[in-house]
């Protein structure tokens, strides 16, 4: 990696958390250690957050140098990939530096995000211009998963072809294949997007926060829409790009039209380039708000002064917050006749018409487009899918109401009867090629596992909460359908009626898994809310017995049960994954048991769980107390990993029995064939008898440390409460010795403390405030 700014040291820390070993170089420092330069720039990007990497000690897979002592290195490696400057001539001076030392046939690749790859291998040897293309990764490299790939004009094709394999297979990167135009496709899309939005916000009358909440969550995208992306990016650097389209396109004549907006003239010529300035179209104030946080106050694009943010009641906002599928929302967002509808109406009628005639200058297929838009700019649909969610009259006639033409090759299809870019058909997902004219295979979709598109034939049984998918070679497929893939009554009986089904059916396996951004976010809180303010505890009674029975039904069946999750896997989402054979878990997955937060400790089977690890793990004349403590202060301080990888530290995975897939899209197909693996030789596991607990002894050590978090300020006097609560559950209550105790033993014990915890007016409070401010309240 020759470069250690923000972004090489970010692409190193994502190759090294995907296993692999990272020699990191920098210019040498000019006084004190001759690696100070690059040892600083690390050490930054590691103490940066969110983490850049999937576990702090995967730092240890990077080695520092500088180039004038460790450039020879580069000998041993296989892959150099140069992160300088954006400067033509300093990057051809260290390729020319570079051509001495690397070995032949290896490939180097350039970060640059704009510079032609034939200005860069110019005057470079024919071994090295073979080898030679572009990697454009996007900031930061581990959570944004486009990687494009840009050919230079003499790549090699099979080099091209690896390249796209390897990002996708152990980088875990959605990799497009780019033509080398200015921007390349992501960039090209949104940097010109974006400077046409703010045209249209200025001319609109629409505040910034009013617009960067439509082209944000209204349009199902991150809640930075438009003007705070530009804030987060840099206006200066958002503005050298933009210039950059601007004189290395002429013939754009759409992008040609867009001018500059008087606010962000205001803003360069007063150095407020956003965040990093502190100040920039939005500006935050020494002044605090009621809940303790910075007000925030906007610039109003009409007088050029900041202003605290009303929220006015537009129609089509509040329309937003109301229809959860994206497809059908959009829909009736252009329907509705407002100002914020009207300003959608204009800025998606320009970004497909601009998406449509950029082909086939910067891509050939409209999926290329997309997937650079989804995974470079976390978009939910790239700009054809929009079109296809919208209907083609609906989004033709928005390009044309917003005076934009549709290119030739579009109304060819128009033409010829062609109304979408996407088709499913029985052999896989296809896509218009406009080259041929016909439907091509997406690469890869035949081999897919992809759930939404399940015949009717394929789907076995389903309720209101799940739907149970022939995923092919005699396994299952257990998929949530509840809101926010909450875990209810529904999902419960589903699964034990799931497992049933396989077991009597002679299926060979059950995966229980979905594709949704997240796993889910743990057990029905509105319903558990609900039974425990109308004191209903035989009900919740009953509710936990459910959890905990479905926890012990996915264990002890006849049939391998495999969980695959990805994003939040949190609450009831970490009991059940603990209680299955074995877990396929993305590596951006985030798992804990968090009911601490909400006043109640884990009641589906989790602390129970924790007991029997615990058990397992200790060693005749070990000392047991660390171990213990280690345990209970995950589940008391409701620790959460900020990856798969950190989630084995915490105890929620196992090295034993668990794996992580680095690409998350693939973690339903592994889950498959590892339930496949198991079920050859599956024998039903036995009920455990025996749980090794502790007891007083480890009674009297848990409530030290739950008195030293209360005394220290670390908990409050409930989280005191629960804490204590844990312990007792974990220790197995006040047994005089450590002893063997039954799993029904302490499950009885875990769900008496949770409903006991259900009794509390805090955690009443806890709940209630979850519910309405979808955060937690410490009291």
Known sequence: ??????????????????????????????????????????????????????????????????????????????????????????????????????KPGTIVTSNTSGIPLRVLCDKRSEDFRKHFLGTHFFNPPRYLRLLEIIPGPDTQPDIVEFMMDFGQRFLGKQTVRCKDTPGFIANRIGVVYMARVMELAEASGLSIGTVDRLTGPALGRPKTGTFRLADLVGLDTAEFVTAGLRDNCPSDAMLQSIHRIKATEFLLENKWFGAKSGKGFYAKTEERDEKGKPKILALNLSTLSYEKESKPAIPSLELSRKIEDLSKRMHALVGLEDPGAAFLRSSLGFLLAYAAHRIPEIADSPQSIDLAMETGYAWPMGPFRIWDALGWETAAKLIREAGHTLPEWVTEMEAAGINKFYREEEEGLKVFDPSSAAYMPVPGSADAIRLYATSEEKLVFRNEEIRLHDIGDGVLCLEFASRHNAIGEGILRGIQHSIDLAEGQGWKGLVIGNQAQHFTVGANLMLIGMLAFQQEFEQLDMA?????????????????????????????????????????????????????????????????????????????????????????????????????????????????????AINGLTNIRLAKQRVLALSGSYVQPPSTKAIRVMGRSGLAALYVASNSMHRANYASEHDHKIANKIAWVLCGGDLSEPQDVTEQYLLDLEREAFLSLCTEPKTLERIQYMLENNKPLRN
């Open 544 to 660: 936990v017995r459910l959890f905990q029975q479905t926890s012990l039904r996915c264990r002890y069946s006849a049939i391998p049960v495999v969980c695959a999750c990805q994003g939040y896997t949190f609450g009831g989402g970490t009991e059940l994954l603990m209680y299955c054979d074995a877990a396929v878990v993305a590596a951006e997955t985030y798992i804990g048991l968090v009911e601490m937060s909400v006043g109640l400790l884990p009641g589906g089977g989790g602390t129970v769980e924790f007991a029997r690890r615990l058990s397992r793990e200790f060693k005749e004349g070990e000392v047991q107390v660390p171990q213990l403590i280690h345990r209970f202060r995950t589940i008391a301080t409701a620790s959460v990993s900020t990856s798969a990888h950190e989630a084995f530290g915490l105890g929620y995975l196992s090295f034993d029995r668990d794996s992580v």
């Open 1 to 102: 990696m020759l470069g250690a700014g923000l972004m090489g040291s970010g692409i190193a820390c994502h190759l090294a958390g995907a296993g692999f070993e990272v020699l990191l170089l920098d210019l040498t420092a000019e006084e004190g250690p001759r690696n100070a330069v690059v040892d600083q720039a690390l050490r930054k990007c590691l103490q940066s957050q969110p983490s850049p990497i999937f576990d702090q000690s995967f730092s240890a897979r990077i080695t520092t140098g500088n180039y004038d002592d460790d450039l020879a290195k580069v000998a041993s490696c296989d892959w150099i990939i140069e992160v300088i400057a954006e400067k033509a001539v300093l990057k051809q001076q260290l390729y020319e530096r570079l051509e001495a030392v690397r």
